[in-house]
């Protein structure tokens, strides 16, 4: 079995055509994997998510078009693109290309394979209330994170670590 | 020397008193210590900044109003507060209430000692830059702790991890 691949479902894009900001957070949310998002008892097809943190875009994966994108890309329906996304955040091997203001252009590969995304804009409404959650989340994975790497290092007999006096 | 005090200057407080989201965003900022933030080269007074991912309030100290809320708290002018609420944070000890739309009163607890302020809002051409600045550094600070505890899961040789094959 293949060891699960950190940082998990989140990266940072950089943007890739110079106009609009220099960074874009990405991630992913959907049944087949946590990502950062479903709400309990919510089921949702994989969806890729961009913002630069004022706007929103995502896939809009329905079940079907989600199985219809893998048929494009010659994949079989139980292929996990929440694997993929992972394995493409770890090695920086997601890209994207704001196209015009609605739509972005993205790009995840994984060795010799590509696998492409056109993500639209989510409405203001819409989007609003999500950038909230999504703050407010990753503001709690901080914390969480930070306690989980602190009582990891107390437990880490380190030769670099000074004796307590 | 105490030991250094995890999660750093960053919290999620409950919001005291049944209006507004559930919870809040709060971190610190200045001089005193790292904070979530200071831009390279820009020197600023210690201040506290509490938002909802929407609305941000802060502490609005300068250098002079920062030394005259010490003194009113019977501490001297060296007294570091980025220390306090690095330990407040850690403890659960910082909590807070939304008086009406424009203020934040916020208290800070150290063993019997209590420090208060009051928080206004920033206003909205002020906030939105910082609060998109805000997510992508918690983005980023995600993916860099992910890699982190990564990493040092991999360095600890740990009786419940499975033998690779």
């Not at 940072?12 to 055509?17: C, D, L, N, R, T």
């Not at 972005?104 to 060795?111: C, G, P, W, Y």
């Not at 930070?146 to 380190?158: G, M, N, V």
Request: hydrophobic residues 35%; negative net charge.
């Amino acid at each position: 079995m293949q060891r699960p691949v950190a940082p998990g479902s989140l990266c940072i894009v950089p943007a890739g055509s110079g106009q609009g900001p220099p960074c874009y957070v990405c991630y992913c949310e959907g049944p087949e994997g946590p990502g950062l998002d479903p709400e309990p008892g919510q089921t949702c097809a994989f969806n890729i998510y961009v913002t630069d943190a004022l706007e929103l875009w995502n896939t809009s994966f329905t079940p079907e078009t989600l199985e219809k994108h893998k048929a494009q890309h010659g994949l079989d329906g139980a292929e996990d693109y929440s694997a993929w996304f992972r394995v493409a955040c770890d090695q920086h091997a997601v890209s994207l290309t704001l196209k015009d203001d609605s739509s972005v252009h993205l790009t995840i590969s994984r060795e010799a394979e590509t696998l492409t995304f056109n993500l639209s804009k989510v409405p203001s409404p819409d989007a609003a209330p999500r950038l909230q959650a999504l703050m407010l989340r990753l503001a709690e994975q901080v914390c969480r994170l930070e306690r989980q790497l602190a009582a990891l290092k107390d437990e880490t007999p380190s030769p670099r670590k000074k004796p307590q006096s």
